[in-house]
T-cell receptor, first 110, second 115 residues
Framework: GIQVEQSPPDLILQEGANSTLRCNFSDSVNNLQWFHQNPWGQLINLFYIPSGTKQNGRLSATTVATERYSLLYISSSQTTDSGVYFCAVVTQGGSEKLVFGKGMKLTVNP | DAGITQSPRHKVTETGTPVTLRCHQTENHRYMYWYRQDPGHGLRLIHYSYGVKDTDKGEVSDGYSVSRSKTEDFLLTLESATSSQTSVYFC??????????????FGPGTRLTVL
């Protein structure tokens, strides 16, 4: 099946710093989503981005489908950005099944 | 926020007992999913449903069964719980365009501990 790899696995930042999270996938995809799991365990949808670039406030994401990767940018990080970030994909011909990466833990210190 | 609730939110049970988790949605979405989350594995799909009485297996379906008798409810049953089923269980929904293009939205999760 498709492999989804996220990097780096862990990241510690000071408040105000910028960061880039990367998601590599091993096959063509129809769907790619980024999620933030907050410290209370809630999964929050950040982006639905099978291709192209989107921005939402301090966050933006870019997916280059032909090269099989996606990037999540966090600018001017805040302590509330702490948590685990997941990338998840649906393969072409893979029905509606989301396959998740193992996640990246972000800690933003004040 | 998508209207998804899960019950119970926390449960402690003993090995060998049956357990049923419920997912309820108010969005009238066609697709519903059950995932489990374990350290080092991200989320993995257990079963999903693409309509009333229509279900299919996911990546880690052994030891689990599901039922969907109404659009709004999707039940996950552990017939005889084992310690390896200790996990956090998430329900998700999607509109159901049927082309792999749907955005999925997740419920708050149920933390299950099997002693």
């Amino acid at each position: 099946g498709i492999q989804v790899e996220q990097s780096p696995p862990d990241l510690i930042l000071q408040e105000g710093a910028n960061s880039t999270l990367r998601c590599n996938f091993s096959d063509s995809v129809n769907n790619l989503q980024w999620f933030h799991q907050n410290p209370w365990g809630q999964l929050i949808n950040l982006f639905y981005i099978p291709s192209g670039t989107k921005q939402n406030g301090r966050l933006s994401a870019t997916t280059v489908a032909t090269e099989r990767y996606s990037l999540l940018y966090i600018s001017s990080s805040q302590t509330t950005d702490s948590g685990v970030y997941f990338c998840a994909v649906v393969t072409q011909g893979g029905s509606e099944k989301l396959v998740f990466g193992k996640g990246m833990k972000l800690t933003v210190n004040p | 926020d998508a209207g998804i609730t899960q019950s119970p939110r926390h449960k402690v049970t003993e090995t060998g007992t049956p357990v049923t988790l419920r997912c309820h949605q108010t969005e009238n979405h066609r697709y519903m999913y059950w995932y489990r989350q374990d350290p080092g594995h991200g989320l993995r799909l257990i079963h999903y449903s693409y309509g009333v009485k229509d279900t299919d297996k996911g990546e880690v379906s052994d030891g689990y069964s599901v039922s969907r008798s109404k659009t709004e409810d999707f039940l996950l049953t552990l017939e005889s719980a084992t310690s390896s089923q200790t996990s956090v269980y998430f329900c998700a929904i999607s509109e159901g365009l049927g082309t792999g293009l749907d955005e999925q939205f997740f419920g708050p999760g149920t933390r299950l501990t099997v002693l």
